[in-house]
């Protein structure tokens, strides 16, 4: 009994150890209080509809992190109903595709691609006051993924909530995906990612990103 005590506890220590920590916090930390108060996302979630722009970088980090901490998190169903979004503006079906991406930033107000899918889709229809709407959102919770870590070492690297964010996240840095690979370390599933930028493709660079949320499912 008193060796399987101290195995679990030195399991514990060395996961506290090996956790990665996130504007001070860990992943688990942030799922803790989310569960401990149920009425937190909602309000803030809320305040992000309405473009407060008093939202610090921890509380963004709840709204990016808060879906994909939550039981009914499908990256799966995600990536389906992003897939057919864009589909569908593809074929020009702009308002069905404005609707499917409303109706899923309902549920989910901290998808990137789909954020920056209904600027885009706003642009195209002229809606200018939905562009700069969308805009306006993805690139204030753009800065959670960017800065959860340099992404220069695998205990430094990038969190991400979805495994499409890590595109997203390094055209904001000025690079394209030349090569990846998927490594663990202390833990943690990594994407070891190889780029370039347009302006020297010869000159390449890795990024590390994290991506325990969206594959530990």
């Not at 569908?88 to 901290?110: C, M, Q, S, T, V």
């Not at 997203?168 to 930028?197: R, W």
Request: with cysteine; aromatic share 10%; hydrophobic share 40%.
């Amino acid at each position: 009994m008193k060796k399987l005590f101290f195995a679990a506890l030195a399991l514990f220590i060395f996961q506290s150890i090996n956790a990665q920590t996130i504007f001070g916090e860990t992943i688990q930390t942030i799922k803790y209080r989310l569960q401990q108060d149920s009425n937190l996302l909602p309000q803030l979630t809320d305040r992000f509809a309405k473009n407060d722009t008093t939202l610090n970088l921890n509380q963004l980090s709840l709204i990016y992190y808060g879906y994909a901490l939550g039981p009914s998190y499908d990256p799966v169903r995600e990536e389906r109903i992003l897939d057919a979004a864009n589909a569908l503006g593809r074929r020009e079906k702009y308002d069905e595709a404005i609707n499917l991406l409303d109706h899923f930033l309902e549920k989910n107000p901290g998808c990137l691609a789909a954020l920056l899918e209904r600027a885009y889709t706003s642009w195209l229809v002229d809606d200018s006051l939905g562009t700069v709407d969308g805009y306006k959102k993805y690139y204030m919770l753009m800065e959670v993924p960017l800065q959860s870590g340099t992404g220069n070492t695998a205990e430094d690297a990038m969190a991400v909530s979805s495994v499409r964010d890590m595109e997203l996240v390094l055209d904001k840095k000025g690079y394209y995906i030349t090569g990846q690979s998927l490594i663990q370390k202390n833990g943690h599933k990594i994407y070891m990612v190889t780029c370039a930028t347009e302006a020297d493709p010869k000159m390449t660079k890795v990024f590390h990103f994290n991506v325990d949320l969206p594959l530990n499912r």
